[in-house]
């Protein structure tokens, strides 16, 4: 089993960056696939970002894709999540998901990932 901690979310004005990380604890975090998934005020959550146990395969949403850039440290037990040029639509609570891999593959829906972080509230202001 894998506990899940997310930190680095906050206000930031429109265009401007965050970076937000996701600290593993428990079994071997380099066995895991990681995402980042999103779920702003009365929507569903939703993928962004996804990355392979090794980091490197990397898959994005098209709405994120050249503005958002996630990576992995496997000695930090780390995943992060850099995001520039932020928009007021980017406004959610960002989570991030772990499922157990023995490939190097990524995975994009929710039902994908058994264990989840609490969450980190990113807001966008415009």
């Known amino acids: 089993q894998v506990q899940l901690v997310e930190s680095g979310g906050g206000l930031v004005h429109s265009g401007g960056s965050l970076r937000l990380s996701c600290a593993a604890s428990g079994r071997t975090f380099s066995s895991y696939a990681m995402g980042w998934f999103r779920q702003a005020p009365g929507k569903e959550r939703e993928f962004v970002t996804a990355i392979s146990r090794s ?56 039902n994908e990932y058994d264990y989840w972080g609490q969450g980190t509230q990113v807001t966008v202001s415009s």
């Not at 949403?61 to 928009?87: A, C, E, H, P, W």
């Open 55 to 110: 980091g490197s395969t990397t898959y994005y949403t098209d709405s994120v894709k050249g503005r958002f850039t996630i990576s992995r440290d496997n000695v930090k037990n780390t995943v992060y999540l850099q995001m520039n040029s932020l928009k007021p639509e980017d406004t959610a609570v960002y989570y991030c998901a772990a499922r157990e891999s023995t490939w190097s593959g990524v995975w994009h829906t929710i």
